[in-house]
C-alpha cells in the first residue's frame, strides 16, 4: 500500500525554524517523481509552497517563503523535506506532502501535519 506520512509540524515562535519530513513508502519512484508541500490555512484555499523534481535538479517556491523556506529530498528514504526558517504567524497551516508523476501515472498526498507560529 501507498502512503505518505508527514511529521515535523508543531509550535514555534515567530522567528523560529521547522524541518517537516514526507515518507514515502510502497512505491519506488521513478525519474519522473515531483515532490512538493501544499498548505491551507483555515477559511483559505490550499496553495502549492515549494516543488522539488526527484533528481532535485528543479525547485520551485511560491513568493510568500522563498528565500525562507528550503525543499530538498533523498532518494535513498523516499523522502521529501522542507526546511522552514523565520517563520511567520501567516505561515499557520496544515501542510500536506503531495508526490507525484509528471505524467500524472500517480498521485499521492499525505494526511497534513499542523504548524503553529505564534507572535
Known amino acids: 500500500q501507498v502512503q505518505l506520512v508527514e511529521s515535523g509540524g508543531g509550535l514555534v515562535q515567530a522567528g523560529g525554524s521547522l524541518r517537516l519530513s514526507c515518507a514515502a513508502s510502497?512505491?519506488?519512484?521513478?525519474?519522473?517523481?515531483?515532490g512538493s508541500w501544499f498548505r491551507q490555512a483555515p477559511g483559505k484555499e490550499r496553495e502549492s509552497v515549494a516543488t522539488?523534481?526527484?533528481?532535485?535538479?528543479?525547485?520551485g517556491y511560491s513568493d510568500s517563503v522563498k528565500g525562507r523556506f528550503t525543499i530538498s529530498r533523498d532518494n535513498a528514504k523516499n523522502t521529501v523535506y522542507l526546511q522552514m526558517n523565520s517563520l511567520k504567524p501567516e505561515d499557520t497551516a496544515v501542510y500536506y506532502c503531495?508526490?507525484?508523476?509528471?505524467?500524472?501515472?500517480?498521485?499521492?498526498w499525505g494526511q497534513g501535519t499542523q504548524v503553529t507560529v505564534s507572535s
Open positions: 510502497g512505491l519506488t519512484f521513478s525519474s519522473y517523481a515531483m
Open positions: 503531495n508526490v507525484r508523476s509528471v505524467r500524472g501515472e500517480y498521485n499521492y
Open positions: 522539488i523534481s526527484w533528481s532535485g535538479l528543479s525547485t
